[in-house]
């Protein structure tokens, strides 16, 4: 099995998946003990973290947006619901994932996201053809980091938009190890992981501009190429 399978595996364990949505939300109980004792957060800090990354979509937005990878849509689909003009194109890896997303999008009635499943480091779009390239708690997971900024970046429009968060190593201790010695080992994340440092060098060298910041572990940035 190699590493990409072994990571859609992964993603398979975590079911059907009230679970997985509840902890990125911070929203059921269990949800809120994985974020306190994972991430040092608490409801407040996982919105903020989110509304920060997501703060790169101008609202009312009407382009051609990237969202990779998209995961159970838990953060976005609803938000797709008010840019019925967008339009929106998801891709992950994993099609247990992605089915969830899909569901939301159907019960949602929305009919302005093209959902593939795919690999990050080989998308299958031409270059230059998105104005937004959102990617919310995905790069931590890539197996191949390089492929994943270079492709992010060749198939956003020049002056277009790289937005959204993912986990930095060296800003919360405890989160390092949890990190280390759970989810790396189950293969939900996959090393080498960025730090707050290396980030900033990496985005300064690839885009025009860049904000970025950090709640805890998580960095969460705004590119302009
Ligand atoms: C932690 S989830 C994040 C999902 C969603 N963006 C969120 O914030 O809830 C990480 C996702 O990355 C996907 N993934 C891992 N490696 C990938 C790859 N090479 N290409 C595309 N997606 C990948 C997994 O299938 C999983 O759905």
Not at 6 to 27: H, Q
Not at 45 to 57: K, N, T, V, W
Not at 126 to 147: Q, R, T, W, Y
């Amino acid at each position: 099995m190699d590493r990409k399978d072994r990571i859609r595996n992964a993603y398979r364990l975590t079911g059907c998946n009230s679970f997985y949505d509840g902890m990125i939300t911070c929203s059921t109980f269990l949800g809120r003990m994985v974020c306190r004792l994972v991430w040092d957060m608490d409801v407040e800090d996982c919105a903020e973290y989110q509304a920060r990354a997501l703060s790169g979509i101008p609202e009312g937005f009407t382009g051609k947006l990237l969202e990779v990878p998209v995961g159970t849509g838990v953060l976005t689909v609803p938000l797709y619901q008010a840019m019925p003009d967008a339009e929106i194109v998801c891709l992950d890896y994993s099609p247990d994932m992605m089915a969830q997303a899909q569901k939301k999008a159907e019960r949602m009635e929305l009919e302005n996201i093209a959902f593939h499943q795919g690999d990050v480091g080989a998308l299958p779009f031409e270059d230059e053809s998105f104005d937004i390239v959102l990617s919310l708690n995905g790069f931590h997971a890539f197996p191949d980091k390089e492929a994943a900024y270079r492709e992010t970046f060749r198939v956003l429009k020049s002056g277009g938009t790289f937005c959204g968060c993912f986990y930095v190593a060296g800003s919360c201790k405890r989160t390092d190890r949890i990190i280390r010695y759970v989810y790396q080992p189950m293969k939900f994340f996959a090393p080498p992981y960025e730090t707050m440092d290396s980030l900033k060098e990496r985005l300064n060298h690839m885009y025009e501009h860049v904000e970025l910041s950090n709640v805890k572990g998580i960095a969460c940035f705004i590119c302009r190429k």
